[in-house]
């Protein structure tokens, strides 16, 4: 019984085919997003495809948006590009909130899975500078939980934890070791967030409701 759902983007294989979203998306979730909310980031797979014949999202460029729930601020990015990115620092230094979410597809930091970081030197800087706490992203099928990160030239700037969450069922891919990973794993998972006035706790649950 979440409040709501924040998705990472990926829902289908072909975001282009309406009976893939009928078959990987509806049929799945019958008897939840009839519901519980579901607020969606944008990934490749949707390939500039029928989503928004499906969705109605709080925004007018519906593809990236921001919303408030209780003391939580919550962005959801499409483009980590210089547009993209020039939009977030306007966004985020509007927010007043004491806990602050960005969802996006590309990780910022993945070791393992496709190993590749978008926007790695450009998006962590507008984060810390408006003390995001948590981001989560997809694209990788695995799990990932970073330590929280500063720079090394930076050891007093705030921290943020990096999630990559992409365990909703698609052909998990391996994961990797290092010094800055403090949980991973690829099998599939959701994760419960829980948010009070002074802390946030992470419940990580795969399909036996166990990781």
């Known amino acids: 019984d979440p409040k709501f759902i924040l998705h990472s983007g990926d829902f289908v294989v072909n975001g282009r085919d309406r009976e893939s979203w009928k078959k990987e998306f509806f049929d799945p979730l019958d008897g939840v997003i009839s519901h519980v909310p579901l607020f969606a980031a944008y990934g490749n797979h949707e390939k500039d495809g029928v989503m928004l014949d499906f969705y109605f999202l709080p925004s007018s ?8 729930y209780g003391n939580s601020h919550f962005t959801i990015v499409k483009n980590q590009d210089e ?5 977030l620092d306007k966004e985020l230094g509007a927010a007043n909130a004491t806990w602050k979410f960005v969802v996006h597809h590309y990780p910022c930091f993945n070791v393992g899975g496709k190993s590749v970081g978008k926007a790695r ?3 962590p800087p507008i984060l810390r500078k408006h003390k995001v706490d948590v981001t989560f992203a997809g694209d990788s ?3 990932e939980r970073l330590y929280p990160l500063v720079p ?5 700037a705030h921290p943020i ?3 990559v969450s992409g365990g909703g069922g698609a052909p998990k891919y391996g994961t ?3 010094s800055v990973i403090a949980k991973t794993d690829n099998m599939p998972h959701f994760i419960v967030v829980k948010v009070k006035p002074e802390s946030v706790t992470m419940d990580v649950r795969g399909v036996d409701d166990k990781l």
């Not at 547009?83 to 939009?87: I, K, P, S, V």
């Not at 090394?152 to 007093?156: F, G, N, R, S, W």
Request: cysteine-free; charged content about 25%; aromatic content about 16%.
């Open 161 to 163: 934890t990096y999630i």
């Open 121 to 123: 030197d450009t998006m």
């Open 83 to 87: 547009e993209g990115l020039a939009w």
């Open 152 to 156: 090394l030239a930076e050891p007093k």
């Open 141 to 143: 099928h695995i799990y």
């Open 176 to 178: 990797g070791l290092s």
């Open 61 to 68: 460029d519906e593809l990236r948006y921001t919303f408030d």
